[in-house]
C-alpha cells in the first residue's frame, strides 16, 4: 500500500502530495488521527485529504485509514521501519519493537501449519526411537541452536546443539536413519550448515530447516519451515531474524512436548520452577 502511494505522488496535485508525503512519514499516526488534525500537518483543507484518498483509489478517509491501519499492523511493506539520521530514542524505540512485532505477525499469518506438523511428528519420532536430535546454526543462528536445546531438555527431550562448522560436519556424518536435525539460518546460504545438512541427508536423517524461501538450504532439507525476514542494516535483521527463529522454536518444543506426553508437561515444569526457587535467596 505505502509502495502505490510513494509511486502515485508525482501525478497527483501539490496539496494532495503533501498529504502523500504525510502518510508516508507517518502512517500509524496518519491511521489514527482526525481528519482536522491530519489536514493542520500537511498544511491542506480537509477535503484535500479527503481527495487524496480517493485519488490513490480508495472510497475516502475511513476507507483509507482502515487499509492503512491493517497494513501498518501486519509490516507489510517495511520500508516505514527504516532509520533516519535525526530519529530519537524514542522512534527507534517504535521501530525496534514495531518491526519485531511485525516480522512475528507475518509469520504468523504465512506459516504452513502442514510443515509444522510434519517436523514436529518427525523430532517426536525421533524422541521415542531414543535416536538423536541435534540443532545446528552459526553467529546469531547458532544462539538459536543453544536455546532450542535449553528449550527441548527442559521439556524433558535430550538433543545436541552445535554452533561450530567443524563440529557440525563431524557429528552429522556420525548421524543415521532415525536422526533427527534442525538446521536454522536466516539467508540459507551460509556453506558450514549446506554441507552439514548434505551429510546428514546422506546418511539417512531428517532434516528440518528453518531458513528464508527460495534459499539453497530451503531446498536441501526434507522439511522446510519458511521464516522470511527482509536482510538489511536499517531494518534490524540479525536481532529480528534470531526473534523469528527463537518464537518457531517455541512452537517446535511445545508442539513436541504436547506429542511425547502432554499429561506430564505441567507437572514437570512446575517442578522445575519450584526446585530453581529454592536456590535463590530470600
Known amino acids: 500500500m505505502l509502495d502505490r502511494i510513494k509511486a502515485s505522488i508525482p501525478s497527483l496535485a501539490p496539496a494532495e502530495q503533501r498529504v502523500g508525503r504525510l502518510v508516508l ?17 500537511a498544511h491542506v483543507s480537509k477535503p484535500t485529504v479527503v481527495r487524496f484518498c480517493r485519488s490513490v483509489g480508495y472510497d475516502g478517509l475511513s476507507d483509507f485509514k482502515l487499509k492503512l491501519a491493517g497494513s501498518v499492523s501486519e509490516g507489510v511493506p517495511f520500508i516505514h521501519r527504516s532509520v533516519d539520521a535525526d530519529d530519537k530514542v524514542s522512534d527507534v524505540l517504535v521501530k525496534v519493537i514495531d518491526n519485531t512485532v511485525a516480522a512475528f505477525l507475518k509469520y504468523r499469518n504465512d506459516a504452513s501449519t502442514v510443515a509444522i506438523d510434519k517436523a514436529c511428528e518427525a523430532l517426536a519420532a525421533t524422541y521415542k526411537t531414543g535416536r538423536r536430535i541435534e540443532f545446528y546454526g552459526v553467529g ?72 528464508a524461501t527460495g534459499s ?52 514437570l515444569l512446575r517442578e522445575m520452577k519450584n526446585n530453581l526457587r529454592s536456590k535463590r535467596y530470600a
Request: charged residues 20%.
Open 25 to 41: 512519514s507517518d502512517p500509524r499516526s496518519f491511521a489514527n488521527l482526525p481528519v482536522s488534525e491530519l489536514a493542520e500537518r
Open 216 to 267: 539453497p538450504l530451503a531446498a536441501a532439507g526434507h522439511i522446510h519451515l519458511a521464516a522470511d525476514h527482509p536482510e538489511g542494516y536499517d531494518r534490524y535483521s540479525p536481532m529480528v531474524s534470531r526473534l523469528l527463529h527463537l518464537m518457531v522454536i517455541d512452537v517446535l518444543a511445545t508442539s513436541v512436548a504436547l506429542r511425547i506426553g502432554g499429561a506430564r508437561l505441567q507437572p
Open 140 to 211: 546469531n543462528s547458532g544462539i538459536v541452536a543453544q536455546d532450542a536445546q535449553h528449550k527441548f531438555f527442559r521439556l524433558g527431550v535430550n538433543t545436541i546443539a552445535y554452533s561450530d562448522g567443524h563440529m557440525q560436519v563431524m557429528s552429522a556424518s556420525l548421524l543415521g536413519p532415525g536422526d533427527c536435525v534442525v538446521v536454522v539460518s536466516n539467508s540459507g546460504r551460509t556453506r558450514d550448515l549446506m554441507d552439514a545438512c548434505d551429510i546428514a541427508r546422506r546418511n539417512g536423517a531428517t532434516t528440518i530447516v528453518i531458513t
